[in-house]
Nanobody, 117 residues
Framework: VQLVESGGGLVQAGGSLRLSCAASGNILRINAMGWYRQAPGTPGKQRDLVASFTGVGTAHYADSVKDRFTISRDNDKNTVYLQMNSLKPEDTAFYYC?????????WGQGTQVTVSS
């Protein structure tokens, strides 16, 4: 499965961005997709969950983004979105899309989000 993220950029604190992740390839009906992030300058650090859908479609959010970020998906387009509102400087990171099914995980190349204060 190939994943292509888009929508990152530079935004002022309090602003909004919408990330998109388009999946292609052998996409199974039962899958989980979500967004993770990694702060710049931390290459050895594990990517942190931001928001994700489980295989049955339940959404989960990190406590730090609840009530500010919303994950959604368009199954016809095999695309997952992350609407990010009320952005804070601490949201600055590389954001990665992940796809998971019983065969394993796939990651996108990442998109950078920078929030200025």
């Amino acid at each position: 499965v190939q994943l292509v993220e888009s929508g990152g950029g530079l935004v002022q604190a309090g602003g909004s961005l919408r990330l998109s992740c388009a999946a292609s390839g052998n996409i199974l009906r039962i899958n989980a997709m979500g967004w993770y992030r990694q702060a710049p300058g931390t290459p050895g650090k594990q990517r942190d969950l931001v928001a994700s859908f489980t295989g049955v479609g339940t959404a989960h959010y990190a406590d730090s983004v609840k009530d500010r970020f919303t994950i959604s998906r368009d199954n016809d387009k095999n695309t997952v979105y992350l609407q990010m509102n009320s952005l804070k400087p601490e949201d600055t990171a590389f954001y990665y899309c992940k796809y998971r099914d019983y065969l394993g995980d796939s990651w996108g190349q990442g998109t950078q989000v920078t929030v200025s204060s």
